[in-house]
Each structure stands twice: as structure tokens, then as C-alpha cells.
């Protein structure tokens, strides 16, 4: 069966994702169209009665949201090509044989699919491991029933992948620990986390509460799940690859052992996922701190701290999901220079496609790029970020038109019509600048003003900014 034509970054994302049932304001489940497909699948999945977390994990309502979710997240195929849309006549036709299986520890989750997408500022690939779509299904109905049993026991602490928990809130956490007076940040990175997490260390957290044993058998089988790459199986003997709905809380369950321990030296901490940072007041309780995580890791969760990319520093020094700090005595937050120099590089291939077509099209194709991004930032308590990229993309668009105008007497009468003075017109249009250049003098911020950008539909980033600061 041939694959689908998907971007993988994205879909190993949407895979991955091991979110909520979807709610309306009265807090009944609801699953956008997607109601009947879920309900006829699930016909053909009874239910014994039997008691146990397994039949829980196999109800009919817990299976009928695991499979709405995993249509509605979309994804690339597995292995086996099947897709989302072929998951209902599959599951009509099979899942019999296989509910049996489960129940009998016979079933065996088929290898995922290895996919590498390109890290942040072309810092090397992450790895991902797309599961096959009935893999992805079963693994979301496992997690619907493990996440309210493991949740609650989770610290204040951890934001990542966790129900009414974000990356903004563990943001402002941060804030708060450094206006508090601990000025000092022990930003620390676990080396290849995903990679490296060793399989009875983390089974052995996961069995202290679960107690049926398929359930931690059948855990176990998807860790050791092999991957195909280049046409070839090669087993797993540690890791829980990134791309399958249990990753994240199995990555929760096992850090979580490292958050119990920063609490009970009584560290101010935040962790996001494997991301975690350590706040003190000054640079040798830092250092002290740092030295005894790393010896903490190795000998308790069998990881390792990656010592070139963790560090002991001021927290305006260095970034935390996409956003710094001001080295201000009441920190304010500010959006990282790297995520400013990524979100460039997402703009510049737009950008340059622009060149052929129409300016309209361009900032239509900007502007949900340009919201998602001001959301993202909306905690940013600065202005300085916004209006540097609003400035830079009004200029890029600038150097489109330069570039569309092409030789010097069609620029000189665009210039004109748009009311440069003849003079001035002729010397612009055939200075033998370049269109760079030329994008930032002042006959073209003169000839295409702000306001004509903005009718033509272009989104300005710190006006969105301003907007949603008004809705919070």
C-alpha cells in the first residue's frame, strides 16, 4: 500500500499527542465528526466484564475515544501503510482476533517506522517512531486509563504533556522563582533522553501502581518494539521512542523520581518534559547542584547530563522553551534570540515564493503563522522582539516589490505613482543598490507605507501581541 504524501516532523507530532477528549463548555465528550465512524468500530468490540486495568483499557468508551483521537491527530502511516481513514474497516474485520490476543498476552505491536527531522537551528535530527495506526490507537486507550492514575502523584513542578498544564505555565514559573532572588540557573540537558531511558528502571516505577501484570507486559512490548530503517528491523533494548501516545507519560513516570528528589533537597525547580531547570542564588550552590544531579542521574535513572549543552548560568543568559529573561531585578520575560532567528528561517521560503505571485497571497500565507507565533509569546513582556521582526518582515515584503519591479524604468514609474518626486525617482531607480539595500532606504518605506501593507492583509505581530494581552 503506498503512504501518504504527510510532512513527518508533523507527523510524529500529531501522532505523539496524548490529549484530552474534547470538551464543550458542558463537559461532555464530544468527537467532531468523527461520532459514528468511533461508535461503529467499537460495535465490534465487547466487552467480558471482566475486572482489571486491562478491561478498563479495552471498554467500548475508552476504545471509542482512543480511536476518534488518533483520526483526528491524522499522522503518517506505520510500517504496514495503513492509514487513519483505513483503521474502521480494519479494526470491523479484525478486532476480535485481536482484542483476544490482548487479553491472552499473545499480541505483539508491530516496529515503528524511524523518521529523523532536523533539530531547532540545525543542531542535529531527532529521531521519531511512527507506530502503526492500530498501535497508536491501543497505546492512546492505555494512556487515557494511566494518566489519571499517575497524574495526581505528579509534582507542581512538571508541566510537560500533563491535562490543564503548558509551557507558558511552567514559563511563568521560572519568572517567579528568579524575581524571587535565585538569580542563578542550572539549566540542565539529559543527554539523548528519548533514546537512552533504560527499560526496567522505568518498568519498575511503572509497576509501584499498576498491578496487572498484561497491562505492564504489554507496556514492556511496545518499548521493545524494533524500528525499520532502510528496509530493516533492528530491535530496542532501551529508549521509548518519540511518536506514540505513551511516551510522554512513560518520560513523566520516570522523571518524575528525579522532581521527588529536587523537592526533598528543597530546590526551586521547573521541568518541562526533559527539560528542567534548577533555580539558586549564586554560581557555586549551582556548581554544587549540578555535580550531584549528574552523580543523582547515573546511578538512580541510568541517564546522563549532557555537559556541553547544560550549564550554570544567569538566566538571561540562556533560554527555556523559547523565552529569556530580562537582567532586571523584577525579570520580565522576552523571547529568545534563537527563537527569533528560527522563526526567520521559517518566513524566508514564503518569503521568497512570494517573489512570483501576489503580495495579498503572501500575507494571507503569513498571517496564521504570525498569530500561532504571537500566541506562543503572548507571556512576553517586552515589546523590543515584535517590533524588530515586524520591521524585518515589512522590509522583506519591501524587497519583493523592489524585485518585482525588475529594471530601472519600471521602478521609477512605480515610484512616481506612488508619490516620490520625479528627481528623487530617477536617482532611487537607478542607484545599482541592491534590492536588500534598497528595501530599507527611505524612498520605498515613502513609496509603501505601513498602512498599505496592512490593507493588503499583512498581520502585525506586536498589534496581535497588544490584542491578546487584552483578552488575558
Known amino acids: 500500500m503506498t503512504l501518504r504524501s504527510t510532512d513527518e516532523g508533523d507527523a510524529g507530532t500529531r501522532a505523539e499527542k496524548p490529549e484530552r477528549p474534547w470538551e464543550k463548555s458542558g463537559g461532555t465528550a464530544e468527537v467532531p465528526g468523527c461520532e459514528r465512524q468511533a461508535s461503529a468500530v467499537c460495535n465490534a468490540m465487547p466487552s467480558d466484564g471482566t ?90 486507550a492505555l494512556h487515557q486509563v494511566l494518566q489519571p492514575i499517575f497524574d495526581p502523584t505528579f509534582a507542581d513542578e512538571s508541566h510537560g504533556f500533563r491535562p490543564g498544564r503548558s509551557a507558558l505555565d511552567a514559563v511563568a514559573q521560572a519568572r517567579s522563582h528568579i524575581r524571587a532572588g535565585h538569580r542563578w540557573v542550572v539549566d540542565l540537558d539529559i543527554d539523548s533522553f528519548f533514546d537512552r531511558v533504560n527499560h526496567d528502571v522505568l518498568m519498575a516505577r511503572v509497576a509501584r501502581r499498576v498491578k496487572d501484570k498484561r497491562v505492564l507486559r504489554l507496556i514492556r512490548r511496545y518499548l521493545q518494539a524494533g524500528a525499520l530503517e532502510g528496509g530493516l528491523v533492528s530491535p530496542r533494548r532501551e529508549g521509548t521512542p518519540q511518536g506514540g501516545p505513551l511516551s510522554p507519560l512513560l518520560s513523566n513516570i520516570l522523571l518524575d523520581e528525579l522532581d521527588r528528589e529536587l523537592q526533598r533537597r528543597g530546590h526551586r525547580f521547573v521541568r518541562y518534559a526533559d527539560d528542567c531547570n534548577v533555580y539558586v542564588r549564586s554560581k557555586a550552590a549551582g556548581e554544587r547542584v549540578m555535580a550531584s544531579l549528574e552523580r543523582f542521574l547515573e546511578k538512580r535513572l541510568r541517564l546522563r547530563v549532557n555537559r556541553s549543552k547544560s550549564a550554570v548560568d544567569r538566566p538571561w543568559k540562556r533560554k527555556f522553551l523559547g523565552y529569556t529573561v530580562t537582567a532586571e531585578h523584577k525579570a520580565r520575560l522576552r523571547v529568545s534570540p534563537e527563537s527569533t532567528k528560527r522563526l526567520k528561517a521559517k518566513l524566508r521560503p514564503l518569503l521568497r515564493r512570494g517573489r512570483g505571485v501576489s503580495l495579498a497571497r503572501t500575507c494571507e500565507e503569513l498571517a496564521p503563522i504570525l498569530r500561532g507565533w504571537t500566541a506562543y509569546y503572548r507571556k512576553v513582556e517586552t515589546k523590543e522582539s515584535f517590533e524588530v521582526l515586524d520591521e524585518w518582515i515589512r522590509r522583506k515584503l519591501r524587497d519583493i516589490y523592489w524585485r518585482q519591479w525588475k529594471r530601472p524604468k519600471t521602478r521609477y514609474r512605480e515610484l512616481v505613482r506612488r508619490g516620490i518626486d520625479p528627481e528623487r525617482a530617477r536617482l532611487s531607480a537607478g542607484n545599482g543598490r541592491g534590492p536588500w539595500r534598497n528595501a530599507g532606504a527611505r524612498h520605498m518605506n515613502q513609496a509603501i507605507p505601513t498602512r498599505d501593507l496592512r490593507r493588503l492583509g499583512l498581520t502585525s505581530l506586536l498589534d496581535e501581541h497588544r490584542r491578546l494581552q487584552c483578552l488575558s
Open 51 to 140: 475486572p482489571g486495568l486491562l478491561e478498563e483499557v479495552l471498554c467500548r468508551e475508552n476504545l471509542m475515544v482512543a480511536y476518534a483521537r488518533v483520526v483526528s491527530n491524522g499522522g503518517a502511516p506505520g510500517i504496514d501503510g495503513m492509514s487513519v481513514e483505513d483503521l474502521m474497516p480494519y479494526c470491523r474485520e479484525h478486532w476480535a482476533a485481536i482484542r483476544e490476543k490482548l487479553f491472552q498476552g499473545t499480541y505483539r505491536p508491530q516496529p515503528v517506522r524511524r523518521v529523523e527531522i532536523p533539530k531547532p537551528g540545525g543542531k542535529g535530527v531527532r529521531h521519531l517512531g511512527i507506530p502503526t495506526v492500530l498501535d497508536r490507537m491501543i497505546q492512546q
